[in-house]
């Protein structure tokens, strides 16, 4: 079987890009690296991650994917601090979807801090479209 591409849009595999996120192989070294796995996790349907790499100041205590929901592309539009020397950054992003309501779009620019349990995401603002 042909490797996959990895739902983020980076080019690489899954399994070399996002998988390792997901398992806790590997951790996010970037704000934008841990927001592109957010978005794999998202087309994955991976909850458990989404959750785990949500601040606990923030975080939900429940979270239900829509199934009806394919998220196909991410296009990363602009980035500021959140390196790997940074302990809070910001990715501005816009996430592309399909679902029975048609196609549609998701732009936020997230907010990150990273702390002892590295980065996670805190918030965003979001604009939506359909």
């Not at 398992?23 to 978005?39: I, N």
């Not at 429940?62 to 196909?72: A, E, G, K, P």
Request: hydrophobic fraction near 30%; charge should be negative.
């Amino acid at each position: 079987m042909a490797p996959t591409r990895c739902p983020c849009s980076s080019g690489l595999t899954y399994d070399e890009c996002c998988a390792p996120l997901h398992h806790g192989t590997r951790t996010a070294g970037t704000a934008e690296q841990l927001m592109r796995s957010r978005f794999s996790a998202f087309a994955v349907g991976d909850a458990a991650y989404l959750l785990s790499s949500w601040h606990p100041s923030t975080r939900p205590a429940d979270l239900t994917l829509d199934d009806d929901v394919q998220w196909y592309r991410l296009d990363v539009r602009a980035t500021s601090g959140g390196g790997a020397f940074d302990t809070a950054g910001t990715v501005e992003f816009e996430a592309f979807h399909r679902g029975p309501g048609g196609r549609g779009s998701l732009h936020e620019v997230s907010r990150f801090v990273r702390g002892p349990e590295g980065w996670q995401y805190v918030d965003g603002d979001v604009t939506t479209s359909v």
